[in-house]
């Protein structure tokens, strides 16, 4: 069974420019969350996609949105990229959308963004 | 909020070496706790997800334990292998089923 697939795997902006990362979810997954790892730290939620609908929002400037579509795959978008935006793009899925649940979350290899 | 505290931020042992990695959060109201391994520059790979009803989970050499009263959590490996090298976080949840990491404990393994 595929896991969570993410693309690209790495790419390269300069500052201004805009960035679209995509994300599939395991087969069965209506629950995608982004996170944001910069190197040397653990990852900070952005956003929570449930059934297409934002259902969380991280602390992060209104340049990050995200939305999801009907086969519950994702993209993330990133406007007016800075430098600080360099870090590594994490997706997860899930079953569910609360963690009373089981709540597991399912990690993809990452998009590693690079802002020159 | 929750904050996640992990300790120590590096540990490096000998092969065959049983070992604890030890995690703290503040917010003690979780359903669940999940650790995850990360290998240099990639995603994240789960381990072990203790749900608030258990106190101890198990995956072959792997042994979680949890106790919300005190708001920790521990990671035991058992005889490491320098395959086990890796940064291991700890993650407890909010209830919108959003992580909140610690800074993970950085581990080598020597042959």
């Known amino acids: 069974d595929a896991g969570v697939t993410q693309s690209p795997t790495h790419l390269i902006k300069t500052r201004g420019q805009h960035v679209t990362l995509r994300c599939s979810p395991i087969?069965?997954?209506?629950?995608v969350s982004w996170y944001q790892q910069v190197l040397g730290q653990g990852p900070q939620f952005i956003f929570q996609y449930y059934e297409k609908e934002e259902r969380g929002r991280g602390n992060f400037p209104d340049r990050f949105s995200a939305r999801q579509f009907p086969n519950y795959s994702s993209e993330l978008n990133v406007n007016a990229l800075l430098l600080g935006d360099s870090a590594l793009y994490l997706c997860?899925?899930?079953?569910?959308?609360?963690?009373?649940?089981?709540?597991?979350?399912?990690f993809g290899e990452g998009s590693r963004l690079t802002v020159l | 909020k929750q904050e996640v505290t992990q300790i120590p931020a590096a540990l490096s042992v000998p092969e065959g070496e049983n070992l604890v990695l030890n995690c703290s959060f503040t917010d003690s109201a979780i359903y669940n706790l999940q650790w995850f391994r990360q290998d240099p520059g990639k995603g994240l790979t789960s381990l072990l997800l203790i749900q608030s009803s258990q106190r101890e989970q198990t995956s072959g050499r792997l042994n979680a334990s949890l106790d919300k009263s005190s708001g920790r959590s521990t990671l035991y490996i058992a005889a490491s292998q320098p395959g086990d090298s890796a940064t291991y976080l700890c993650?407890?949840?909010?209830?919108?089923?959003?992580?909140?990491f610690g800074t993970g404990t950085r581990l080598t393994v020597i042959p």
């Open positions: 087969s069965g997954h209506k629950s």
């Open positions: 993650a407890a949840p909010t209830g919108a089923n959003n992580l909140f």
């Open positions: 997860a899925s899930s079953l569910y959308r609360t963690s009373y649940n089981t709540g597991e979350l399912f």
